[in-house]
C-alpha cells in the first residue's frame, strides 16, 4: 500500500491566497535539469519493464526505513496507465556502475502533477535511495531534480492559482529524511495519523447499527454506480485543505480496491429543483441529476492490502476514502457506510479496521473515529513548497 497524492482525509484550511502573478512566473522554472552525478550512477527515465526492480528497491527502502506499509507490483506498474503521466520525463532510475552490482538499481525519483487540479496545482515527488548507497549526496541531487522537474511542470500547467510542490514522509522517517527536505526548502505544513481498531477480541467495541432517513439507502458499491460515487466524493472534498477533482482517469486507479468491502448511500428520491437551485451544487453534479443519474450521497471505499499485514502484525480491512456530499452532512450517512464496511471486513476475517485522517480535520472526525475505539498506530506528515 502506498501514499497517495490525495490523503483521504486531507481537509480544509482559510481559502488560499489569490495567486498574485501567473504561475510561469511563481513556479522560476529552471530551463534544463541537471542530472544527479553524486555516486557515479547511470541514469534513465523508468519504463514499465524496470517495474519488479523498481518495486524491490522501494520495498528495501521501506523496511529500513521501518515504513507501515509496502508496495505491490500493481500500484507500481499502475504508474505507467495513467494518461496524463509522462514517465519518460517525470521519472528517473539511477543504476550502480560497479560491476559487483551487475547494474542494480540504487535511486529512484518520480514527479506527478494531478490533472483535475483546479483552485490550486501541486506537483508531488517521490524518490529514495538504497540504504547502502546514503551519504553520498545522491539524495541531495535527486530532489533537486524532483523539485525543479516539478517546477517546470507548475509553469507548464498554465493555471495561474496558488501552487505547491509537496513531498509526503513518515514521522518516524530517519532523521537525516526530514532534514533533506526541509534543506531543500520544504516545510511540514500538514499532519496525518493513520488509525486502527480491532474488529475481534475483548478489546473490540460492538460495531454500530446505522439507520438511515427517508429516503437514503445504503448498498454495496457496484461499477454502475461509480461515477455517480466519484462525483459525490469531487463534492465531499471540495472545501477540503489540499483537495482537489479527480478525473476519471484518476479516479479509476485504485491499486488494492476492494469492492466487496465498499458502500455507498443512494438518495432514491433525491429534491432535484432543491438541488438544481443551491449554489453549492456544482455543475458535474447538476449535470447527473438532470440526466435522472442516481445520486450518491456518501461511500465509503475500501481497500485490501494483503502484503502489509506482516507489516502490521495483524490482518486489516482498509478505508481508503469515506464522505458525504456537503447538503447532506450531519445524517450519519459516512458513520453507515463505515459500519458498513467495518462489518465487512470482520465477515471476512480480518482482525482490524484502518484509516487515516488529517490532525487538522474540523469535521469531527476525530471523535467519531474515536467513539468506535480506533486509535492512532502511526503518524506521517506532509512538507512543501508553496508557490
Known sequence: MSTSTSAPSAVPDPVSEPASAPIAERAAAPATLAIPTAGNLTWRPATREDAPAWLLLRNHIARADAEPYVETLEEIEELFDGAWRDMAADSLLGFSTSPADDGALVAWAQVECPPGDVTEVRAFTWGGVHPDRRGEGIGRELLAWAIGRGRQKLAASGKDVPARIAVFAEDDAPASKHRLYERAGMTPRRYYSDLARPLTGPDAAPVPEVALDGTLRLVPWSAELDEATRLAHNDAFRDHWGSQPQTPGQWAQRAGFAPDWSFVVVDEAPDVDALLASPDTDDATAAALRAGE??????????????????????????????????????????????????????????????????????????????????????????????
Open 294 to 387: 442516481p445520486l450518491v450521497v456518501g461511500y465509503q471505499l475500501a481497500g485490501r492490502y494483503p502484503e502489509d499485514f506482516a507489516v502490521r502484525g495483524y490482518s486489516f480491512g482498509y478505508t481508503d476514502i469515506l464522505g458525504a456530499r456537503r447538503a447532506y452532512r450531519g445524517r450519519r450517512i459516512a458513520l453507515a457506510a463505515l459500519a458498513a464496511g467495518m462489518r465487512a471486513f470482520a465477515s471476512d476475517g480480518m482482525q482490524y479496521a484502518a484509516l487515516d485522517v488529517d490532525t487538522a480535520n474540523p469535521s469531527g472526525a476525530h471523535g467519531l473515529y474515536a467513539s468506535l475505539g480506533y486509535v492512532k498506530t502511526t503518524g506521517s506528515r506532509m512538507l512543501s513548497i508553496e508557490l
